[in-house]
């Protein structure tokens, strides 16, 4: 069996790289914003949700990919509108139990709302761009030889940018093996050691 694991570590506005991560946590925002208009929009007009496949491939068409391609990396892009679809996908679980029970509400629940226009959202990375080399995390070109130490023990799935206020938080996701608990067999030993308290 396979556990989440999480490492944190915080960069802050004097840090080397600190511009150019905030910058691509803007660019996030922009992307969310610009697709959760596009999923809003469906809905409100014609009813229907604009499912993360249909989403992703309307936003690499030609006129509407401008903020899909300021992304660092695709997978960054695609992980931002995956947090997106997850964020509908409560919304319409919150609907369906708000219909059967409305005393649990104190009314009823709303779409995704828009980020702020000057703030920041989450920047994420999959184990297929970043690599663990000699107990450090080597990122993408495109963050110009930007390396993070790590203590991880385990098999890397993600690294996070979390941003904050003057400062952001990288959080490394990585799974480690859970040992499994063997068997009671009644059979147990004890030792006194004879010590008066």
């Known amino acids: 069996m396979m556990a989440n694991r999480v490492e944190r570590h915080?960069?802050?506005?004097?840090?080397?790289y600190y511009p150019m991560i905030d910058e691509y946590c803007f660019r996030s925002k922009n992307l969310y914003n610009f697709a959760n208009y596009q999923v809003r929009q469906t809905f409100f007009q014609h009813g229907t949700y604009l499912s993360y496949n249909k989403l992703d491939k309307l936003l690499k068409t030609e006129g509407m990919d401008t903020d899909y391609r300021a992304?660092?990396?695709?997978?960054?892009?695609?992980?931002?509108?995956?947090?997106l679809h997850?964020?509908?996908q409560s919304f319409f679980k919150s609907m369906?139990?708000?219909a059967k029970n409305k005393d649990k509400y104190t009314?009823?629940?709303?779409?995704?709302?828009?980020?702020k226009k000057d703030g920041r959202y989450v920047l994420v990375l999959t184990n297929q761009s970043c690599k663990v080399v000699d107990e450090q995390i080597?990122?993408?070109?495109?963050?110009?030889?930007?390396?993070?130490?790590t203590n991880m023990k385990g098999k890397l799935q993600q690294v996070r940018f979390v941003p904050k206020h003057r400062h952001i938080i990288v959080e490394v996701v990585y799974k480690i093996p859970i040992p499994t608990q063997k068997q009671d067999n009644n059979r147990y030993i004890s030792i006194d050691l004879g010590l008066d308290n």
């Open 96 to 98: 369906k139990d708000w």
């Open 86 to 88: 997850q964020n509908w």
């Open 71 to 83: 992304m660092p990396m695709a997978q960054c892009a695609q992980q931002t509108l995956r947090m």
């Open 107 to 115: 009314g009823r629940p709303k779409p995704p709302k828009y980020l």
């Open 138 to 149: 080597t990122f993408p070109a495109c963050f110009q030889g930007f390396r993070l130490k």
């Open 10 to 16: 915080m960069i802050f506005a004097t840090h080397p």
